[in-house]
């Protein structure tokens, strides 16, 4: 997603390129006849740019246009007039787009990014409309069933265009909220290409293969902190790497974690409820490990609860760790792996 700033109309200086959150004075990666000025921080309603000198110019933005502008000198500010500046055309969809990465969890980007593409691209606008809808809670019947058909056939029609952000990068993705949200991606992969994913879309879902044979370099990575999902089943764990995992302050912002199909054993399981930084998780899997699954559940017959089964080895990990929601609330779902927006709720 490109930026486009016009200054000086008449002289026609332009600045493009990506920028990701957090980069602040290395923001813009081209900069093209942009002078003496550099962007430093962009949003839909304001442009930060710093002089080479030192100066600090704010511009204020309303539908696309500078409205005001002030300047910082030193401890002077002072207004100065919008047409000094010039027109200065801002992308509103590109700055949404920004605000949708870096702030992943909040619902409020994605509508203005949506609301800024409704005549361009409006089955991508609908898409969003439709699958935050979805998030909402009580959403069921036939209305669930519509807007789940929706999203399924714009999908269908649109899924390979819309993905392009991380062509080349992951092997499967999946929308959530209007956005790629989950990927699949080797370990070894990630552990190259985290900052180019983060920084094209607001992933916080990932599936990982292969993580056994980098477990060390993978879990001290300070990138997994973004996640609210990550999906480490039938990847051959040990006790050895879950120590690492359980050791992982990055990992302390996770909703759920899949560790289903592993050769978990009674340590592993040990770590990961003495673990400080997975105390707050709401939901792991832990099914198909060699050690007997300690967790809290519910047993279906279709859609139908049957009962809710406490294993008594979870009882004894709750007795030497304390309380952990992974290991006393049982989630009400009938399929392996809870949606987000149910643990997140």
């Not at 200086?13 to 093209?32: A, I, K, S």
């Not at 898409?127 to 009580?138: A, K, P």
């Not at 009882?315 to 779902?333: Q, S």
Request: negative net charge.
């Amino acid at each position: 997603m490109a930026l486009s700033y016009a200054l000086h109309p008449h002289q026609r200086q332009r600045v493009t390129g990506y920028f990701e959150p957090g980069m602040h004075e290395d923001l813009l990666r081209e900069r093209e006849g942009f002078g003496d000025w550099t962007v430093i921080d962009a949003s839909p309603v304001l442009v930060a740019m710093r002089h080479h000198e030192g100066a600090i110019l704010h511009v204020t933005i309303e539908r696309g246009r500078a409205v005001s502008c002030e300047l910082f000198e030193g401890d002077d500010a002072r207004r100065i007039d919008p047409a000094w500046s010039g027109e200065l055309a801002v992308d509103a969809a590109a700055l949404a787009y920004q605000a949708v990465l870096a702030r992943p969890l909040d619902d409020a980007p994605r509508r203005a990014f949506a609301d800024a593409i409704r005549q361009t691209e409006p089955e991508r606008a609908e898409l969003i409309d439709v699958q935050l809808e979805l998030t909402r809670s009580g959403l069921a019947g036939d209305r669930r069933r519509e807007l789940d058909q929706r999203a399924t056939d714009l999908l269908r029609r649109n899924a390979a265009v819309w993905a392009a952000p991380v062509l080349g990068l992951t092997r499967f993705t999946s929308f959530r909220r209007g956005f790629i949200e989950g990927v699949t991606v080797s370990a070894p992969e990630l552990l190259k290409i985290a900052r180019t994913l983060f920084a094209r879309a607001p992933v916080i879902d990932i599936a990982v293969l292969d993580a056994r044979v980098v477990a060390e370099r993978l879990f001290a990575s300070g990138h997994l902190a973004r996640l609210r999902m990550l999906r480490l089943a039938n990847g051959g764990l040990g006790d050895a790497e879950i120590q690492l995992l359980a050791a992982s302050s990055a990992l302390g912002q996770l909703y759920g974690l899949d560790l289903s199909g592993n050769q978990i054993g009674a340590s592993g399981m040990e770590a990961l409820a003495a673990s400080p930084h997975l105390a707050a998780v709401r939901w792991i899997g832990l099914g198909g490990n060699r050690a007997a699954d300690p967790t809290p559940h519910f047993d279906y017959d279709g859609e139908a609860i049957v009962q809710e089964v406490r294993p008594p080895e979870g009882a004894a990990l709750v007795a030497r760790h304390g309380p952990r929601p992974w290991l006393t609330n049982a989630i009400a779902w009938p399929g392996p792996v809870p949606p987000l927006e149910l643990l997140a709720g």
